[in-house]
């Protein structure tokens, strides 16, 4: 996946973060993360975006040695968040003459980053609009809420190119060798998620383009199969089921709950289920826990009471849901208790605000620890979903 080749005149001059902790101060990131930049060398030099602060010298570095002593003519801005934009500055004192191309949200947006000293040169773009460089001319998209307001694309007509900004993005350094949808995914969901009917309005308008090469804002650039990865935005945006199966997300205080998760996702795979996973949701990354919510279409909430509630860990998780716009699935609830169980209301009270969301009539309250007699139960619930 660190094949950053694109052509004789479009370069890569990103730059990857190995030693990032946390994306956006709450992703995990154990490989890291990629900040993608571009260079297009023709008549008129055009950078496609900048880079985190974290990494602006050795992208500095890296445009330096790619312009080959000449200077850029043009930076097109696709996304202000600071991953992509927090080297504007340093990048517009590098080279004073350039001009900064973006829509008019971008430089409503700009001055509440940096202070610029003189004023900077700017070409405001709406849809639509092109860009000629010489052989190479861009035509701007605009894709507002994917997942800012100001976002915008851009397509180079000669080489088929699709400058996707944050879409088709994903975690991990590019010499990070992994599967691409997984980390993909979890960054689709966490980061863009809520935002699905925008991105299906920019899938629209990316269909009528003939694109040969996707060149996005983070991760590998994708040049084969590109079928493969339109289709799973589409599935992921169109809020569908990726896969056959079960997710069950347990927060278990004394590992009581826990047991009567596990062995539900045993009756469950011994009942004939596709696929179960299962994760303590006070445990794992809840960024993989909201991206396995997404990836399937039947989910169980086991969790205990807590405070006249619901377990704090599990009720995060189910926030995190929400504000991700989690929708179009069925739900199975367990709970537990030891002498007023209120998990499973608490549960369905937070699930009533989210879209589409079927819950199975069969709720299995265990009291205190799972026993023989409960087992019934579970089977029941695990019928009840598999057959919904």
Same mark, same amino acid.
């Given at each position: 996946?660190?094949?950053?080749?694109?052509?004789?005149?479009?370069?890569?001059?990103?730059?990857?973060?190995?030693?990032?902790?946390?994306?956006?101060?709450?992703?995990?990131?154990?490989?890291? &993360?990629?900040?993608?930049?571009?260079?297009?060398?023709?008549?008129?030099?055009?950078?496609?975006?900048? &880079?985190?602060?974290?990494?602006?010298?050795?992208?500095?570095?890296?445009?330096?040695?790619?312009?080959?002593?000449?200077? +850029?003519?043009?930076?097109?801005?696709?996304?202000?968040?600071?991953?992509?934009?927090?080297?504007?500055?340093?990048?517009?004192?590098?080279?004073?003459?350039?001009?900064?191309?973006?829509?008019?949200?971008?430089?409503?947006?700009?001055?509440?980053?940096?202070?610029?000293?003189?004023?900077?040169?700017?070409?405001?773009?709406?849809? $639509?609009?092109?860009?000629?460089?010489?052989?190479?001319?861009?035509?701007?998209?605009?894709?507002?809420?994917?997942?800012? +307001?100001?976002?915008?694309?851009?397509?180079?007509?000669?080489?088929?190119?699709?400058?996707?900004?944050?879409?088709?993005?994903?975690?991990?350094?590019?010499?990070?060798?992994?599967?691409?949808?997984?980390?993909?995914?979890?960054?689709?969901?966490? !980061?863009?998620?809520?935002?699905?009917?925008?991105?299906?309005?920019?899938?629209?308008?990316?269909?009528?383009?003939?694109?040969?090469?996707?060149?996005?804002?983070?991760?590998? !650039?994708?040049?084969?199969?590109?079928?493969?990865?339109?289709?799973?935005?589409? *599935?992921?945006?169109?809020?569908? +089921?990726?896969?056959?199966?079960?997710?069950?997300?347990?927060?278990?205080?004394?590992?009581?709950?826990?047991?009567?998760?596990?062995?539900?996702?045993? !009756?469950?795979?011994?009942?004939?289920?596709?696929?179960?996973?299962?994760?303590?949701?006070?445990?794992?990354?809840?960024?993989?826990?909201?991206?396995?919510?997404?990836?399937? $279409?039947?989910?169980?909430?086991?969790?205990?009471?807590?405070?006249?509630? &619901?377990?704090?860990?599990?009720?995060?998780?189910?926030?995190?849901?929400?504000?991700?716009?989690?929708?179009?699935?069925?739900?199975?609830?367990?709970?537990?208790?030891?002498? $007023?169980? *209120?998990?499973?209301?608490?549960?369905?009270?937070?699930?009533?605000?989210?879209?589409?969301?079927?819950?199975?009539?069969?709720?299995? *309250?265990?009291?205190?620890?799972?026993?023989?007699?409960?087992?019934?139960?579970?089977?029941?619930?695990?019928?009840?979903?598999?057959?919904?």
């Amino acid at each position: 996946m660190s094949d950053t080749y694109i052509s004789p005149d479009v370069k890569y001059i990103g730059v990857d973060d190995r030693d990032i902790d946390l994306f956006e101060s709450q992703y995990i990131v154990p490989n890291g &993360v990629s900040y993608n930049s571009y260079l297009i060398c023709d008549d008129k030099i055009c950078v496609m975006d900048t &880079v985190d602060k974290r990494k602006t010298d050795k992208w500095l570095e890296n445009l330096k040695a790619a312009l080959s002593g000449k200077a +850029p003519d043009y930076l097109v801005i696709h996304h202000m968040e600071p991953d992509h934009a927090g080297s504007i500055k340093s990048f517009v004192e590098s080279y004073p003459d350039v001009t900064l191309v973006g829509n008019a949200k971008t430089f409503a947006m700009l001055p509440q980053f940096f202070d610029f000293e003189p004023e900077y040169k700017k070409l405001v773009v709406k849809e $639509g609009d092109t860009l000629s460089l010489g052989s190479h001319t861009l035509t701007f998209v605009m894709a507002p809420m994917v997942h800012w +307001p100001e976002v915008m694309v851009s397509y180079e007509q000669s080489e088929k190119i699709l400058f996707s900004a944050d879409g088709f993005g994903k975690f991990g350094a590019l010499d990070t060798d992994e599967d691409w949808a997984c980390e993909a995914r979890r960054y689709y969901f966490n !980061i863009v998620g809520k935002y699905g009917a925008q991105v299906q309005s920019l899938l629209k308008k990316a269909s009528a383009l003939d694109i040969k090469i996707i060149c996005p804002l983070h991760g590998p !650039i994708l040049k084969e199969n590109l079928g493969y990865y339109i289709d799973l935005y589409d *599935t992921w945006s169109s809020y569908k +089921p990726e896969a056959e199966g079960v997710f069950i997300a347990f927060a278990s205080i004394h590992g009581n709950t826990a047991k009567a998760a596990y062995k539900l996702k045993e !009756i469950l795979e011994a009942k004939g289920a596709k696929k179960v996973a299962i994760a303590d949701v006070a445990r794992a990354d809840v960024a993989e826990c909201v991206e396995d919510a997404f990836k399937y $279409g039947k989910i169980v909430l086991a969790a205990s009471s807590y405070d006249a509630g &619901v377990f704090a860990p599990m009720a995060d998780f189910l926030h995190h849901l929400q504000t991700k716009a989690w929708q179009n699935r069925t739900v199975a609830i367990v709970e537990n208790g030891s002498w $007023g169980p *209120t998990a499973a209301k608490t549960m369905k009270a937070m699930l009533e605000g989210m879209k589409n969301i079927t819950v199975c009539e069969s709720v299995v *309250t265990i009291r205190s620890a799972m026993k023989e007699s409960d087992i019934p139960c579970l089977e029941k619930l695990a019928d009840e979903l598999l057959n919904a």
